[in-house]
Nanobody, 115 residues
């Protein structure tokens, strides 16, 4: 079964940190380009960061310098370390993989930053 499951969201004060996790099947992590996206209320889903199978990363301007994406293919896991959070980071965060040409999404984990 091809699926992704996120965890680690929650309520945090502005300036705080959270670490999101995404776990999935081994065949996804062995072969897939992956990333984190987020969707704030009333907005479209947007890219946060991406990571290749070998670990090369890329960040949007909103994430650069504050967020760190990483993956552990042996543990079938991907992470997003988020620091210096602010209210604009409030959103549902989604794990994504491009697997055999298909977009695979998790169910999302909600992050709420209180000011």
């Amino acid at each position: 079964q091809v699926q992704l499951v996120e965890s680690g969201g929650g309520l945090v004060q502005a300036g705080g940190s959270l670490r999101l996790s995404c776990v999935g099947s081994a065949n996804i992590f062995r072969t897939s380009f992956m990333g984190w996206y987020r969707q704030a209320p009333g907005t479209q889903r947007e890219l946060v960061a991406t990571i290749t199978v070998s670990g090369a990363t890329n960040y949007t301007d909103a994430a650069k310098g504050r967020f760190t994406i990483s993956r552990d293919n042996a543990k079938n896991s991907m992470y997003l370390q988020m620091n210096s959070l602010n209210s604009e980071d409030t959103a549902v965060y989604y794990c994504n993989a491009v697997y055999r040409g298909y977009q695979i999404w998790g169910q999302g984990t909600r992050v709420t930053v209180s000011s």
